[in-house]
């Protein structure tokens, strides 16, 4: 079995979601997949830790969402793991992104962190609005929803000083 890279993880992913998802959902996981490469490039000053690892699972991380959004780290990894082989940290970063889950390595952490701040990106945010105004909702309602993001992620990001720094950041300059 394969491992994982940033070449092969980008194709590998690319290709899953042109073939399963809407243009407008291909369009949002690539978006979101380059956010946490900016944002981990930011987040990780530690030497030790193989940022080009993680660069490769932002792109594969939510490859699940092509059988269901609910559930979908979980399926993601049964989908990779047809054809890589992961390692303890590739398993824990991909079943722990979410903005309450508990990641076990440092690694994790910063995947964690990652994912939920790479949300608040400008470009992110961009499509955001263009994505949700297309689907009915209102600018008002759609700001609403972006301050209430914010406030989860401030939460439960809190144990993290450099991750909340960077979303009030990231937030301030959205204002």
Known sequence: MERLTIENS????????????PELYYRWNVLHSEGIIKILDILIEDPSIDKNKLFALAWVHDVGKVISEEGHAEKSIE?????F???EIELDCILNHGSSSKPK??????FRYSDGLSLFLPEIIKFR????AKEGKSFE??????????QKYKDK???SEKATILLDDLFNKLL
């Open 129 to 132: 609005f263009y994505g949700e």
């Open 141 to 150: 309602e759609i700001n609403e929803l972006i301050k209430k993001s914010y």
């Open 157 to 159: 990001y809190s144990d």
């Open 10 to 21: 980008k194709e590998y992913a690319l290709k899953k979601f042109k073939e399963k998802l």
């Open 85 to 87: 082989d992961l390692d």
């Open 79 to 83: 989908i990779l793991k047809q054809d």
């Open 105 to 110: 390595t440092k690694e994790g952490e910063f």
